[in-house]
C-alpha cells in the first residue's frame, strides 16, 4: 500500500510550526487547505496529553468558529492522533502566514481562559470530564513563545 504524503514528512527533523499539509479541491470546485500545526518537535520533546488536547480543542475550535473574519471559513480544528499538535481545516487556498495570526489569537484565548470550557458537560460532549485546562494553557504559552517554522524539512 502506498504511503500517505504526511508519513513521507521526517519527522526527526520536524520543528513547531504552521505547515499546509494538503490541499483538496471538492467535486464543486471548492478548495479546502489542511494545516498541521505542530506544537511539539515530534521524537524529541514531549507529546501533549490527551487531557490538554481536548481542552484546546473544544477552546479553539469555540474561540474560531465565532471569529468576525475566519468563522465561516473554518471547517475543523482538532487533535493528531500522535499528540503532537492539531489540524485546522479552512475553506480556500490559504497559506500558513495567513492563518499564523488567526492560530496567535487561539492560543492566547486558550492560554487566558479561565472558568468553564465550552462544552464540557454531560449534554454536550461525549467525554467532557476528559479535559485538562492548566496543561492546555501551559502547552498554549509554550507555542506562543516558540519560533514558528512554515516549510516541511527536505
Same mark, same amino acid.
Given at each position: 500500500?502506498?504511503?500517505?504524503?504526511?508519513?513521507?514528512?521526517?519527522?526527526?527533523?520536524?520543528?513547531?510550526?504552521?505547515?499546509?499539509?494538503?490541499?483538496?479541491?471538492?467535486?464543486?470546485?471548492?478548495?479546502? $487547505? $489542511?494545516?498541521? @500545526?505542530?506544537?511539539?518537535? +515530534? =521524537?524529541?520533546?514531549?507529546?501533549?496529553? +490527551?487531557?490538554?488536547?481536548?481542552?484546546?480543542?473544544?477552546?479553539?475550535?469555540?474561540?474560531?468558529? =465565532?471569529?468576525? #473574519?475566519?468563522?465561516?471559513?473554518? @471547517?475543523?480544528?482538532?487533535?493528531?492522533?500522535?499528540?503532537?499538535? =492539531?489540524?485546522?481545516?479552512?475553506?480556500?487556498?490559504?497559506?500558513? #502566514?495567513? @492563518?499564523?495570526?488567526?492560530?496567535?489569537?487561539?492560543?492566547?484565548? @486558550?492560554?487566558?481562559?479561565?472558568? #468553564?470550557?465550552?462544552?464540557? $458537560?454531560?449534554?454536550?460532549?461525549?467525554?467532557? $470530564?476528559?479535559?485538562?485546562?492548566?496543561?492546555?494553557?501551559?502547552?498554549?504559552?509554550?507555542?506562543?513563545?516558540?519560533?514558528?517554522?512554515?516549510?516541511?524539512?527536505?
Amino acid at each position: 500500500m502506498k504511503k500517505i504524503p504526511s508519513f513521507t514528512i521526517d519527522h526527526t527533523r520536524l520543528e513547531r510550526g504552521i505547515y499546509v499539509s494538503r490541499r483538496d479541491v471538492t467535486p464543486s470546485g471548492d478548495v479546502i $487547505t $489542511t494545516f498541521d @500545526v505542530r506544537m511539539t518537535r +515530534p =521524537n524529541r520533546e514531549p507529546a501533549l496529553s +490527551p487531557q490538554a488536547l481536548h481542552a484546546m480543542e473544544h477552546l479553539v475550535a469555540t474561540f474560531m468558529r =465565532n471569529h468576525p #473574519e475566519w468563522g465561516s471559513r473554518i @471547517v475543523y480544528w482538532g487533535p493528531m492522533g500522535c499528540c503532537t499538535g =492539531n489540524y485546522l481545516v479552512v475553506q480556500g487556498e490559504v497559506s500558513p #502566514e495567513d @492563518v499564523t495570526e488567526l492560530i496567535r489569537a487561539s492560543m492566547a484565548f @486558550v492560554r487566558d481562559f479561565t472558568g #468553564e470550557i465550552p462544552g464540557a $458537560t454531560a449534554a454536550d460532549c461525549g467525554n467532557y $470530564t476528559f479535559m485538562d485546562l492548566p496543561a492546555a494553557r501551559e502547552a498554549a504559552t509554550f507555542f506562543l513563545a516558540s519560533p514558528l517554522s512554515h516549510t516541511y524539512p527536505a
